[in-house]
């Protein structure tokens, strides 16, 4: 068994660079136990050796969904929204006069509630931002997850979390039992399928990268490699957002804390900037 695990974990680092805590042996089997009768392999290892195989993409992926902590809410932590609206989003307002365009990544978005908040303060900022063009990209490893993302519908319990009812009745519809979100807002969003352990360099140059709580379920070596990617897509001016209990301190030397909110992140040699920025308003 101890074998059978330390080469799930092994296949799991590899893959998506989830650290396995191997002493969780009961959460990872009753994680897994649908995947293995859906499957029907006898035991752990013969599910392991199946998904190193790599003949079966689609074992793979619901042994992706199985084992990722999607766990987020509406805008979570709230800090990090209220840095949006009154420091990130009017800097590279006043920052991108000429151009006006905005490109925002949520790079692991689970079922979508965080692309989906920042569509919601944009929509609030709407006047602030009249003729620009703003992508909101969000990405995701697991499969099943961006498939609610993309549709976009909740639960009374999800909605419940983190929406206020003002903003609940303006942005979504009840439908189903649960709550459908504004085709508007949905649209907004342009959801894709990336691995964070891959080469996400095709995806281009963003003015804001969100990456909140998934570098936490990574080893250090991981976040260092996946932190110098991030710096590389991230535009020399831009924001990177980790989670409240995350940072690059120890990490990565190509950020540095912004904006006095912790999370919040400018690549190193854009802080001058930001100073000015902030003594002229
Ligand atoms: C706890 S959720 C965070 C959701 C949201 N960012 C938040 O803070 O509320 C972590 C997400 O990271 C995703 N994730 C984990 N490893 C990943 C990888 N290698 N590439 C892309 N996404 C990954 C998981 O699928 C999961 O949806």
Redo the contacts with the bound molecule.
Sequence with gaps: MMAALAELASFLSDR???SVDQRRQASIESRLAPVMAEAATKDLRELVARLRRGAEPELIDRAIDAM??????FF?DRLPFQAMRTVVLPTLREAREQARTLRIWSA???TG??PYSIAMLLDEMSRQFLGWRIDIVA????RA?LAVATVGRYSQFEVQRGLSTPLLLRHFRQDNGGWLINEHLRAAVDFRR????SDFSRQGVFDVI?C???LM?MDVARRRDILVRLAQQLSPDGYLML?ATETVVGLSDDFVPAGGYAGLFRRAGSSKRTLRLVANS
């Design positions: 998506i660079g989830l990722v902590t999607c766990e987020t809410l979570r692991a978005c689970a509630q965080e990405s995701d490893i697991s997850a990336i691995n964070l352990t969100l909140r709580n998934a379920y989670g």
